[in-house]
């Protein structure tokens, strides 16, 4: 099974809908990220988890909300977007924070 | 603040050895790491340099001089299936700086027959 998994894949959303982005890893690992990627610049660290708890926001805006149930599974729920945050929206995960770490596929975020 | 800066892009021909240089700028880091990223791919894990010198693996070395504030990874006996994006990225020191990466912004390598 892929190690780390992330659904949907696209999204198309309007400034007034409220989604989610689903991650999960089957690595066993205790550390999960969101990354953004946007076309010609460098992959930005959005949020660190850490066994389920937040040790990194990294001074994102207040419409991404990540929630981390358990170790396996991250969420970031979009709600209020703007077209800006249209971008590649990466997870990953590694076995301790500082440790290698293991991305999905991304899912393609576009905000109209 | 903390930054990396690599060329954005390099071609190469098939079989040819090329270098992606990757400078930093930033006060303490654990190490330097790249990673792959295929178009509309997954970044993936290459490589990672703790100590400096050169860390082999297969046909990809990287090496690392914290003394020059600069890194590079080598690709030899190029293959097509090298065409991708490669970025170097920090693990930072520090409080509050747990498990965050720095990337540059990324260095697309074409490969050519």
């Known amino acids: 099974e892929t190690g780390v998994t992330q659904t949907p894949r696209h999204l198309v959303m309007g400034m007034t809908n409220k989604k989610s982005l689903k991650c999960e890893q089957h690595l066993g690992h205790n550390a999960m990220y969101w990354y953004k990627q946007s076309a010609k610049k460098p992959l930005e660290l959005m949020f660190v988890y850490n066994f389920k708890e937040q040790t990194e926001n990294n001074s994102v805006p207040s419409r991404f909300s990540p929630e981390c149930p358990n170790s396996s599974h991250l969420f970031l729920h979009l709600h209020t977007l703007q077209p800006e945050d249209s971008a590649l929206y990466l997870c990953a995960s590694s076995q301790d924070t500082g440790s290698e770490q293991y991305f999905g596929p991304g899912t393609r975020l576009t905000v109209t | 603040g903390q930054s990396l800066e690599q060329p954005s892009e390099v071609t190469a021909v098939e079989g040819a050895i ?92 074409q490969v050519k027959p």
């Not at chain 2, 792959?36 to 490589?47: C, E, K, N, Y």
């Not at chain 2, 920090?90 to 540059?104: D, E, M, Q």
Request: a negative charge.
């Open chain 2, 18 to 109: 090329v270098q992606i240089n990757c400078t930093y700028q930033t006060s303490g880091f654990y190490g330097l790491s790249w990673y792959q990223q295929h178009d509309g791919g997954a970044p993936t894990f290459l490589s990672y340099n703790a100590l400096d010198g050169l860390e082999e693996t297969g046909r990809f070395s990287s090496f690392l001089s914290r003394s020059d504030s600069y890194g590079y990874l080598l690709l030899q006996e190029l293959q097509m299936k090298d065409s991708a994006s490669y970025f170097c990225a920090v693990r930072l020191h520090g409080s509050g700086n747990t498990g965050k990466l720095i990337f540059g912004q990324g260095t697309t390598l």
